[in-house]
């Protein structure tokens, strides 16, 4: 998965956290806060599949 600067600017600013905290869900390869204080392996969307309704 290639993502642009303009990307990446983005969805820095859309997640609110620096942009090298940003990096691909483990699940399905969006961006999402990957690093730093609030990291997770994997996005809302996939952690919500992984836990189940
Ligand atoms: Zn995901």
């Known amino acids: 998965m290639r993502i642009t600067p303009v990307e990446r600017d983005a969805a820095s600013a859309a997640l609110g956290c620096p942009m090298w905290e940003l990096g ?12 730093g204080r609030y990291a997770a392996m ?10 189940g309704p």
């Open 24 to 35: 691909p869900c483990a699940g399905c390869g969006q961006l999402m806060r990957r690093y």
């Open 42 to 51: 994997y996005c809302r969307v996939c952690r919500a599949v992984l836990n």
